[in-house]
């Protein structure tokens, strides 16, 4: 016999080896679930996609507005007053001054007796000169050789003017050509008097190294009297021999 109850299995085993009530709660809730845990989770979960939500809704209904409201016209800027500096215009070209005949009669006098590369040259005068002298020279060859049964093979080039002279060279195959186209020119007439001051010429040799060795050369030299010339009113005096 047994003074008391008997002790149950479970009774005998140590207070380490029983689950703690804590332990036992937390795998009730693994297992089954709390409700309150649940229901704390989905109001997260809400308030975050609010806070998402939120700014997707904003946007949309600017690009309704936007679609809707905005027209489609470009938008004209209004102009500013502030007027775009002008270019300026370029000045023509300034007219050559034309030199009385006492100016030329003292550019003769200063420059005659030096020689021709030492005379200035007026540019722009020089240039229009050049183009006279060219013509004049045309017109000398066709009087020189007019009634001739062949075409003259005279070649003017090199034409340079300076201040109150101008410079050439004739060439031709033929030595007494060039004599003849110089024999015109110094003859020829404007307004009446002799066209040209002086006609000096005298042989050369071939200007560059691709002129023909074989032809015949002269440089032609004249005394400018008239600062400007109309090529069309020059005219010749008749030949010596025909007056004669």
């Known amino acids: 016999m047994t003074d008391g109850p008997t002790a149950s299995p479970t009774d005998s085993k140590p207070d380490a080896e029983r689950p703690s009530e804590p332990a036992e ?16 989770l989905s109001a997260q ?3 975050i996609a609010r806070a998402l939500l939120a700014p997707v809704l904003v946007a949309g209904a600017v690009g309704v507005h936007f679609s809707v409201n905005v027209p489609e016209e470009k938008v004209v800027m209004p102009k500013r007053d502030k007027k775009k500096p002008k270019r300026a215009r370029r000045s023509p070209r300034s007219a050559i001054v034309e030199r009385t005949p006492e100016q030329m009669d003292a550019a003769w006098t200063r ?11 007026k540019g722009k005068w020089g240039r229009r000169m050049q183009t006279t002298v060219n013509k004049a020279v045309v017109l000398a060859r066709k009087e020189a050789f007019e ?6 093979r005279v070649v003017v ?9 101008c410079r050439f060279v004739l060439r031709s195959p033929f030595e007494h050509e060039p004599g003849l186209v110089v024999e015109a020119l110094t003859r020829q007439t404007y307004e009446d008097e002799l066209l040209w001051r002086t006609v000096e010429a005298e042989p050369t040799d071939p200007p560059t190294p691709h002129s023909p060795k074989k032809d015949h050369y002269l440089q ?11 090529t069309r009113e020059i005219g010749f005096e008749p030949e010596k021999d ?3």
Do not use: H, M
Not at 157 to 165: D, N
């Open 157 to 165: 080039s090199g034409t340079q003017c300076r201040t109150v002279r």
């Open 147 to 152: 009634g001739a049964p062949e075409d003259p």
């Open 25 to 40: 709660a937390a795998a009730a809730s693994n297992e089954g679930g709390d409700p309150s845990s649940r229901s704390g």
């Open 220 to 230: 032609v030299t004249l005394g400018v009297r008239f600062d400007a010339v109309n």
């Open 242 to 244: 025909a007056a004669d």
């Open 111 to 121: 420059w005659k007796e030096q020689p021709y590369d030492g005379e200035p040259i």
């Open 45 to 47: 979960k809400l308030r």
